[in-house]
């Protein structure tokens, strides 16, 4: 689904990837592994296409892309509550100005269901927990029902049970066939995903 050769970034002057190739199959999930600073973000921004970089950095043709970024990288105060934030999951489904389908109103009825948050759904988002707003990104990301997931660092400073929530919804975007790239730190992930991509100060250092 995914395939990288060379890839290779610089922030400023500090090497963050280095030379780094890698292919990434759908159905699976991979985990992507590292400290602090080993250059997970920058490689899910790279796949996103959302990163400058030197080398090739190939998708499946017609491959749409869901990122589920971290939290702090949406202002907090979006006036959307938890059911617009994952109906706009659908928009890159739907023609200019069209109304959600049926269809899309299932999806986004299952994704908000998936993350647990029934009960919020008519909440803003600035009213809620920073878990809280978390998760609806998740169920965001779910509702693009897209081929490839990129996930950074979803659960961090999330509860055990919405931890676990998370886990069953990315193996089920795997098993209906996506690839998914979860970025984490959280070594039950790591032993259980299908395949680890671990990096070091921008190097791989397995795969
Ligand atoms: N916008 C930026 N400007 C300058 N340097 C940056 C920028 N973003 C990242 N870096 C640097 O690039 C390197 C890789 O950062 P990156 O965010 O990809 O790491 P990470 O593995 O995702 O870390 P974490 O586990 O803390 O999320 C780090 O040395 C970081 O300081």
Known sequence: MIELQNIS???????????????IAAGEITALAGQNGSGKSTLLGVIAGTQ?????????????????????AVPHSLPLTVHEVVSMG????????RPLTRTDREIVADSVAA????????????E???????????????AQRAEILL???????????ARGLI???????????AAVVHATHDAAVIVAADRVIRLDAGR???S
């Open 9 to 23: 970034v610089e922030h400023g002057g500090i090497r963050a990837l280095n030379s780094v190739s890698v292919s």
């Open 52 to 72: 400058e970089h030197r080398g090739i950095a190939e998708r499946r043709a017609g491959a749409r892309i869901a990122f589920v970024v971290q939290r702090s």
């Open 90 to 97: 659908r928009w890159a489904h739907r023609a200019p100005w």
């Open 115 to 126: 993350l647990g948050l029934q009960a919020l759904e008519r909440r803003p988002l600035h």
């Open 128 to 142: 809620l927990s920073g878990g809280q707003r978390q998760r609806a990104l998740v169920a965001q990301g779910l």
């Open 151 to 161: 996930l950074d660092e979803p659960a961090a400073a999330l509860d055990d049970e």
């Open 167 to 177: 886990d069953l919804a990315i193996a089920r975007e795997a098993r209906r066939g």
């Open 204 to 206: 791989l250092v397995a």
